[in-house]
């Protein structure tokens, strides 16, 4: 099966949930609404055309543990909640300063600095919310928002926005070796971009009421997968179409980041005769890299053939992890 069959199944299922999310309604009522303008940025900012590829990991993983959709939904729409609030943050004028995000103007450009930094804030509790909200049993809505909130915190997703920040400024020359860059730029993508695939993931087995054994495989999984997913991200930077760059979130060629087929080249040493980077050998060995990724990906979901739940199949989550490798935007 085609990994857009399955996408385009979840797409319609998780953005009629994530719109129904965006009530705000407090039960305490009164004075406790959510102000038109912020709700309007919110949705506008949540219910952009994105690929919901955090969304559907939640729901995978649910089922590949022989859990329900209708159970895994909260997961779903929390992490996206998370996801979203990170896009609007990232795209001010104080991180990257993007006026494009998902082919529409950014949330700054279209509400104002101020309200867009407040929609970021108001979803990042909001998916908290959403949990406590909508998962019905106390422990398993406990156990996901402490991995929801591990994974979007300080040494997660913001510390990874943190470092990624800093590496703006810094080139291979400052580390031991190109080797020791390649560590912590992988290191700033483990976090970056990483933890929340990895929360996602996670979330979904949660969900399923299955043991720590599974739970850790799937981390495991997303893990690995992520990684595969920013090495592919880069190499796109450098070989898609200006059509495929188009409908792409960013490049980060050419704004001073270090990318993965840079680094690739650099720890090959391969130059060309001015003695500059081959970024062409660097995209070769940073394809080969994803690749491996990806193997450790399918070989982390090997515990879940030892899961005797009719229904359940891990046969989606395969299918993503190829797509990671073949995807063009
Ligand atoms: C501001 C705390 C904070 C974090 C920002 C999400 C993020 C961290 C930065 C976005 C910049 C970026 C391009 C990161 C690389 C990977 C990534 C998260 C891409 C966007 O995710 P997709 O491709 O986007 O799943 P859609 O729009 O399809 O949801």
């Not at 020791?180 to 483990?190: D, F, T, Y």
């Not at 040493?269 to 060995?285: F, M, T, W």
Request: overall charge negative; some cysteine; charged content about 25%.
């Amino acid at each position: 099966m085609m990994v857009s069959n399955f996408l385009d199944e979840y797409r319609p299922l998780i953005e009629q949930s994530l719109s129904d999310a965006c009530d705000f309604e407090n039960p305490a009522g009164g004075a406790m609404k959510c102000p038109d303008k912020l709700r309007e940025a919110i949705r506008y900012a949540l219910l952009a055309p994105g690929k919901r590829l955090r969304p559907s990991l939640v729901l995978m993983s649910a089922q590949a543990c022989g859990g329900t959709i209708a159970n895994a939904m909260p997961g779903a729409i929390a992490v996206e909640m998370i996801h979203a609030y990170s896009l609007i943050h990232d795209d001010l004028p104080a991180m990257d300063d993007d006026d494009l995000r998902r082919g529409r103007p950014t949330t700054h450009i279209q509400f104002g600095e101020a309200t867009a930094i407040l929609a970021g804030d108001a979803l990042q509790a909001e998916a908290f919310a959403h949990l406590y909200r909508c998962v019905g049993d106390r422990i398993q809505a406990a156990h996901m928002i402490g991995e929801l909130a591990q994974a979007a915190g300080a040494s997660g997703l913001v510390g990874g926005q943190e470092d990624d920040l800093a590496a703006e400024t810094v080139s291979i020359e400052d580390f031991a070796s190109p080797r020791a860059a390649r560590e912590h730029v992988e290191s700033i993508h483990r976090r970056k971009t990483g933890a929340l695939f990895v929360a996602s993931v996670r979330l979904g087995a949660i969900s399923a009421g299955v043991g720590n054994e599974i739970i850790d495989a799937l981390g495991r999984y997303a893990e690995a997968f992520g990684l595969a997913f920013q090495i592919t991200d880069d190499v796109l930077d450098y070989t898609a179409t200006d059509e495929q760059l188009g409908k792409r979130t960013q490049k980060d060629v050419g704004r001073g980041k270090l990318t993965f087929p840079e680094l690739m080249a650099a720890e090959a040493n391969a130059r060309d005769e001015q003695g500059n980077l081959d970024v062409s050998v660097g995209i070769e060995k940073a394809r080969q890299h994803a690749a491996a990724m990806i193997q450790q990906a399918h070989d982390a979901l090997g515990v879940l053939s030892s899961l005797e739940i009719s229904g359940a199949s891990a046969g989606q989550l395969h299918t993503m992890a190829d797509y990671i490798l073949e995807r063009t935007t």
